[in-house]
């Protein structure tokens, strides 16, 4: 099975599967795609992490506006159950867009709590090896006496 089948299967096959194949205990409470992860391991199938649409705030808005224009046409013609499923799908992907924003909020937090790097430094001159030894210990110079 590939890592395309694996992220189409449902949440409760993906837990049974992980359970035969990878022997893993404690699946209830795993996220799918550790879940996808620990499969692929245990299959020896090659995993790449999903890569994220940064744009995909902008996508939600856009679908939630069409949405929208589809609820003021279907309000012209008062049919009811389609605009309330409508009404519930506006919900559901404004509640996502304050969600993306939120982990995009905290993504931009964590990358500025990082340290800069610091800038290379030139590479220090070596010291030659035949310089004379530093005295150990030096006499204190000999104060004058002090003055009355």
């Known amino acids: 099975m590939d890592l395309n089948e694996l992220r189409k299967l449902p949440l409760p096959k993906l837990r049974d599967r992980a359970k035969e194949v990878a022997n893993l205990e404690g699946v209830m409470g795993t996220e799918k795609e550790a879940l996808v992860e620990a499969i692929a391991k245990a299959e020896k199938v090659s995993y790449e992490a999903p890569s994220k649409d940064h744009n995909i705030i902008r996508s939600v808005k856009a679908e939630i506006s069409a949405l929208r224009k589809q609820k003021e046409e279907l309000l012209v013609s008062s049919d009811h159950s389609k605009i309330e499923r409508l009404r519930k799908k506006i919900k559901i992907q404004k509640r996502l867009t304050r969600t993306l924003a939120r982990e995009a909020a905290a993504i931009k937090a964590a990358e500025a709590a990082k340290p ?33």
């Open 116 to 148: 800069a790097p610091e800038p290379e430094s030139p590479p220090k001159a070596a010291e030659p090896e035949s310089a004379p030894p530093a005295p150990e210990s030096t006499p204190p110079p000999e104060s004058a006496p002090p003055a009355s």
